[in-house]
């Protein structure tokens, strides 16, 4: 799984006025970009290409992974080795470049754009509003199961009954270690006609015959090319399992989970730990 596709055109909307003007995907949970911890997620898994499928506002994320040499001629002048390094490091984690989609036609269509970018080549998916802290990376434990099983595999999630109607929601039989042979997928069901309350979230790991399934599918709910149909219309010619991932998922397209998930790393941070720890309590 060398390259990572990431779907970025989105308006951050929910975030306004901090959207205005830069990418939700650049807003930062303690000290990097939303978009930095998905693509160091997929490095992590092996992608060493990953494919921003944007829009002409986004241009700030690819200016975030290349090199600023101003930048770094000041920290080299100022002797500031560890800044520099840092800096230096974030341009060489990836070959980060993007495809641009010209219409918001959903997810499916998003992911589409990036076929001539792909190739004929196994791919991940992952949407940085989902950011997971995970001991082995979620994109990683997907393509464990991928390699095993071929096909499509998707990270899923027991969610609130209550809020199966949020998500693309599974039906499947259980095999082994949170593995789930999928037999049927439903985006964004009634509550009383979801098939369970494992719904999928952002991450995904696609064999390329996808592709051919995306552009088969129709506009779905809410008049948008979704990609939880294609998956459905592709279970009739390869298998679709489901990962109920270990790790634990921030929806940081909200304002509430992007707060807990900027608590949740800085928790992580040897320098902030304790500090924060006893802030919040205080606090309580």
Known sequence: MRKTVMPVAGLGTRFLPATKAQPKEMLTVVD??????????????????????????????LEHFRADSGLEATLAASGKDSLLELVRGVGRI?????????????????????????????????????????????LEQLRRVQE????????????????????????GEHLADGVYRVSR???????????????????????PAIFESIERTGAGAGGEIQITDAIQAA???????AVA????????????????????VALRDPDLAAPLAEFLAASQ
């Open 245 to 264: 991932f270990e790790g634990d998922r921030y929806d940081c397209g909200s304002r509430l989970g992007f707060v807990q998930a900027t608590i949740a």
């Open 148 to 171: 095993q099983h071929g096909g499509i595999v998707v990270a899923v999630e027991h969610v609130p009954a209550e809020q199966v109607d949020r998500y693309g929601v599974i039906d």
């Open 235 to 241: 279970l009739a010619t390869m298998p679709c399992h």
């Open 32 to 61: 990097r970009p939303l978009i930095q911890y998905a693509v160091e997620e997929a490095v992590a898994a092996g992608s060493d290409e990953v494919i921003l499928v944007s829009a002409p506002s986004k241009g700030a994320i």
């Open 94 to 138: 990836a070959n980060v470049h993007a495809v641009m989609q010209g219409k918001p036609l959903g997810v499916g269509h998003a992911i589409l754009q990036a076929r001539e970018a792909v190739g004929g080549d196994v791919f991940g998916v992952a949407f940085p509003d989902d950011l997971i802290l995970a001991e082995v990376p979620v």
């Open 185 to 207: 997928l439903v985006e964004k069901p009634p509550v009383d006609q979801a098939p369970s309350t494992l719904a999928i979230v952002g991450r995904y790991v696609f064999a």
